[in-house]
């Protein structure tokens, strides 16, 4: 468990926030979120993958997945892929690379200000994204719960 949203200043944690890496989902506890913590979440510049706004969470990537050969994130691609593809929208030749973090949309996804997740949207989600993986070996913590 890493403890990247944990600001020992700020007290307990608030939330949660859904770590997901090509072969793993941890949910983590956090009491903040800010640009400093996603970027070392993700090792490097964040970007905001756009979501459909009646999901309440944000996607963050590292923008620079690709050029710095980031291991495809098959989990966080078919998810993506999944909620769009409900919507009508064609995301075939979408593809995610390296860790993605997920935050709760605080005033919506275009507003920038995101926090942790309730525990329940959390692992909700975290479980959700288990469940839409068609490959071998992708673990799933349930740190503190």
Known sequence: MSMIFIDPERGDPKGMVVIVTWDSISVE???DVTLTMLQ???DGYIER???PDDIPVTMW?????ISRELPYNQITTKFYRD???????DTANLHLFGTAVFTLS????HSGEDGPIDID?????????VGSIQVE???FEQNGR
Not at 61 to 65: A, H, I, L, P
Not at 106 to 109: A, E
């Open 137 to 139: 070996g992708p673990s």
């Open 40 to 42: 070392e979440a993700v």
């Open 49 to 51: 993958v756009p979501l």
């Open 121 to 129: 949207t959390a692992y909700s989600l975290a479980q959700s994204l």
């Open 106 to 109: 605080v005033g919506g996804q």
């Open 61 to 65: 990537v590292n923008e620079d997945g």
């Open 29 to 31: 506890p956090a009491n």
């Open 83 to 89: 909620v769009w593809d409900a919507k009508g929208v």
